[in-house]
């Protein structure tokens, strides 16, 4: 009976061990859930105070560069042409 009662108890301590990694592993899988929450509101936060490099150009900066982009094109097309 000796050798049972020591089973038993052997079965009870890892059983505790289990119990507590999984503890353990909840309020972890808590606190990065948390930290997540946070991280993509802080990501909503940039990308909403993100604007494009068109946006903050004027037209005139716009036509500008519509022409200078499309005197490359014609120079690239007239080397790869010859």
């Known amino acids: 009976m000796a050798a ?3 089973q038993k108890e052997t079965f009870l301590t890892l059983l505790e061990q289990i119990r507590a ?3 353990a ?5 808590k606190e990065l859930g ?3 929450l946070k991280l993509k509101a802080k990501l909503e936060e940039i990308q909403k105070d993100q604007t494009d490099i068109f946006s903050s150009i004027s037209e005139s900066e ?3 560069m519509r022409h ?3 005197g490359l094109i014609e120079k690239l097309d007239k080397h790869l042409g010859n």
């Open 4 to 6: 049972s009662e020591i």
């Open 21 to 23: 990694q999984v503890n």
């Open 25 to 29: 592993l909840k309020k972890q899988n």
């Open 34 to 36: 948390r930290e997540n």
């Open 62 to 64: 716009r036509i500008a």
């Open 68 to 70: 200078q982009v499309a």
